[in-house]
C-alpha cells in the first residue's frame, strides 16, 4: 500500500504547475526572469501566474511584483489592479486587452 502513495506522489509531481478548473483550455506560457520560473495562464481576460520553486522569506514582496510585471509582457494587456489577488505563490488578476 506504500508504494501506491509514493507513486501517486511521483505522477503528481511530474505533471507540473496545473492551472485552476476556470483556466482550464488557458493558454500556457512558461517564462524565467531573474533566475525563477513562473508559467502564465491567460483565457479571455482572466490571468493566472504560479512560481515554481522555493522563496526564502523576505523575498515575497519582490517576487509578488516580478508576478505582477510579468502579465502586461506575457500577454499584451493591461492588468485591472481592481482585480489581483493572491501571493507570491499563485496570483490570479483580471486584464484588459486592446482590440486585436
Given at each position: 500500500?506504500?508504494?501506491?502513495?509514493?507513486?501517486?506522489?511521483?505522477?503528481?509531481?511530474?505533471?507540473?504547475?496545473?492551472?485552476?478548473?476556470?483556466?482550464?483550455?488557458?493558454?500556457?506560457?512558461?517564462?524565467?526572469?531573474?533566475?525563477?520560473e513562473y508559467v502564465v495562464f491567460q483565457k479571455g481576460e482572466a490571468v493566472e501566474v504560479i512560481r515554481l520553486g522555493?522563496?526564502?522569506?523576505?523575498?515575497?514582496?519582490?517576487?509578488?511584483?516580478?508576478?505582477?510585471?510579468?502579465?502586461?509582457?506575457?500577454?499584451?494587456?493591461?492588468?485591472?489592479?481592481?482585480?489581483?489577488?493572491?501571493?507570491?505563490?499563485?496570483?490570479?488578476?483580471?486584464?484588459?486587452?486592446?482590440?486585436?
Amino acid at each position: 500500500m506504500k508504494w501506491i502513495a509514493t507513486l501517486l506522489v511521483l505522477l503528481l509531481a511530474a505533471c507540473g504547475p496545473q492551472p485552476t478548473p476556470l483556466m482550464f483550455g488557458a493558454t500556457k506560457t512558461e517564462v524565467t526572469r531573474n533566475g525563477r520560473e513562473y508559467v502564465v495562464f491567460q483565457k479571455g481576460e482572466a490571468v493566472e501566474v504560479i512560481r515554481l520553486g522555493y522563496a526564502r522569506p523576505g523575498q515575497h514582496q519582490g517576487i509578488r511584483k516580478a508576478m505582477v510585471d510579468l502579465i502586461p509582457e506575457v500577454t499584451g494587456c493591461w492588468v485591472d489592479d481592481r482585480f489581483i489577488q493572491g501571493d507570491s505563490g499563485e496570483m490570479r488578476a483580471k486584464v484588459r486587452c486592446p482590440d486585436r
